[in-house]
């Protein structure tokens, strides 16, 4: 399937079977705004707990926080969020549609990368089992000059950015002959900068209300709180402090459905660390998040660093892991190595010491920093997608099935009565009432037992266990499992260790060792 199709089947796919729906689409929706369903809130909770046991419960050195949304206007001034949070825009003269300058050049990249790709297919084809990939592309005169191509372009436009040279941008995007995507026109503005943050206002009166601002990132929140948590949590240099929550940010593109939203939640742990550390912990906490993303199994050639060369002005280090989401490769998590930017600037803002006393080297200082960021909806769109698959099997028909990683999957088990009749129910209802205490189980009575498997399978279930007349001689069921659709013969007393040594959060994390 194209990527383009297979993407639309993503957002059908997630609205058809309960798991995200437009946000007040009885009013025709709100752009890049959505919620999450019933099915779809469990997976983010699951998401959300498998971050959090990774982070806060297995490491003794990290503590969790919830800090909240509203915060004193002055931490933006301090970030350098009201002063430097912006994107570059553009808009088009004719359609009157708005852009994002650096976008509209990466977009234009993007292409050139799919002609390189479209290279490495056509010599595939051509040499066979012998085609070594890593040789073609560093030898091949074509593909060497479509990268030399993307090179240039970024570049410019990377320091054109760094220096604000917008008009620089915008000649760019003359010179590349690139057109509104919609219309075709190139009939564009200048470029401006505009502020992504959300503002709002605390107060009864207009007289005396404070502007405010919804929180852009939830790192802040942790900064203003590291004295609070240290002396509290008696914690040691180096320690983390993790927290999950909302964010919200006013993007001028927000589209590719939940991949780029306006109120979405963030997963992030800022490590405190003694100054001339960080690089071994920058490549510690790069290594770590890594092998938790690979502990999904959701294919380790669909990760991949992306090494930033323009830092923030606040790093000293940064990369992105990207996954390949069904529109390419895109950044899912960032790892920042932030010196001692926030504290100081917290310090300098509130005239009070941010610092840290190591009582072995008998002095104070400011901790460095190194970030650990994940977008929440953005890993929830990576599992869900790759887990979206059509099957067909042996008797050519297709099957609609979501692998969702079992530990993550909103429901762990559907029990199914054979008929409705016998007592068979009244057994399943029976199972359910047992096996509750401890997953997520439905019950399902409707429809021959093979459309249940198929509507179960569609909806990322694991297991499906089904109850029929030999269960009234034997007290046994049928257990299938999704993925391979293996159909087992178990006591109903051994279903909870069937289903938990599968499920078990332990069982994945263990994963990363
Ligand atoms: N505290 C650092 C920070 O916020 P960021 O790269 O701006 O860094 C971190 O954001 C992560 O948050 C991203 O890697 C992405 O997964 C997620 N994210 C950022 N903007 C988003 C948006 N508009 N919609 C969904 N997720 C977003």
């Known amino acids: 399937m194209a ?96 852009y994002r300058a650096d976008v509209l050049v990466e977009d234009y990249c993007a292409k050139i990368e799919k002609k390189i790709e479209k ?81 709002t206002k605390l107060g009864a009166s207009a007289e005396t209300a404070m502007d405010l601002y919804l929180r852009p990132e939830t790192a802040q929140g942790i900064f203003v709180n ?29 589209r590719q459905f939940i991949f780029r939203m306006r109120e979405f939640e963030q997963m992030e742990m800022q490590f405190f660390i003694k100054p001339g550390t ?17 502990s999904l199994g959701m294919g380790n050639d669909n990760y991949r660093f992306h090494d930033h ?13 990207e996954f390949k989401f069904p529109f390419g ?11 001692d930017f926030d504290l100081k600037q917290h310090e300098e803002f509130s005239s009070k010491k941010l610092q840290y006393f190591d009582h072995e080297a008998n002095a104070s200082y400011t901790p460095y920093v190194l970030e650990t960021s994940i977008g929440l909806d953005r890993m929830f769109l990576a599992v869900f997608s790759n887990a979206l698959r059509d ?44 096996l509750k205490w401890d997953f997520n189980v439905i019950y399902d009575e409707k429809d021959a037992v093979g459309r249940r498997y198929r509507r179960q399978d569609a909806a990322g279930t694991p297991f499906c266990i089904t109850v029929d007349h030999d269960t009234l001689k034997d007290n046994t069921v049928t257990i299938r499992h999704r993925d391979t659709m293996e159909q087992q013969r178990v006591k109903i007393e051994d279903l909870r260790d069937i289903i938990k040594k599968e499920v078990d959060v332990k069982h994945w994390l263990q994963k990363m060792k």
């Open 3 to 98: 990527n383009e199709d297979q993407f639309k089947k993503v957002i059908s796919h997630a609205k058809e079977y309960g798991y995200v729906f437009q946000s007040s689409e009885i009013y025709d929706g709100l752009s890049a705004v959505y919620d999450y369903a019933q099915n779809g809130a469990e997976l983010k909770k699951n998401i959300r707990d498998y971050w959090w046991k990774a982070m806060v419960q297995m490491n003794e050195n990290i503590v969790g926080i919830d800090a909240a949304i509203f915060m004193h206007p002055t931490t933006w001034k301090a970030s350098g969020h009201v002063d430097a949070f912006s994107d570059p825009l553009i808009d088009n003269k004719d359609s009157k549609k708005r």
């Open 119 to 199: 290279e490495v297919k056509k010599a595939e084809k051509r040499f066979g089992d012998a085609f070594n990939k890593e040789e073609f592309v560093s030898t091949n005169g074509r593909v060497l000059g479509y990268q030399e191509k993307i090179d240039i372009i970024l570049k410019r436009l990377g320091q054109s950015l760094e220096k604000e040279d917008l008009a620089d941008v915008k000649a760019l995007i003359e010179e590349l002959e690139i057109a509104d995507p919609l219309t075709g026109s190139r009939n564009w503005t200048d470029v401006k900068q505009f502020n992504l943050m959300f503002g």
């Open 226 to 254: 590291f004295l609070n948590v240290q002396k509290t949590g008696r914690m040691k240099i180096p320690f983390g402090i993790a927290q999950t929550g909302k964010a919200f940010r006013n993007e001028i593109v927000a």
């Open 278 to 294: 960080q690089k071994e912990w920058f490549e510690h906490w790069k290594a770590h998040r890594m092998k938790w993303h690979l």
């Open 309 to 321: 060369e323009k830092l923030a002005h606040y790093a000293d280090a940064a990369t992105d892991i």
């Open 329 to 339: 490769f895109k950044e899912l998590e960032g790892i920042h190595s932030r010196t």
């Open 391 to 434: 099957e067909t099997l042996d008797d050519g028909s297709v099957r609609t099935v979501l692998k969702l990683p079992a530990v993550l999957a909103p429901t762990k088990a559907a029990v199914l009565p054979l008929v409705k009749k016998d007592g068979l129910p009244e057994i399943a209802r029976q199972i359910i009432d047992d």
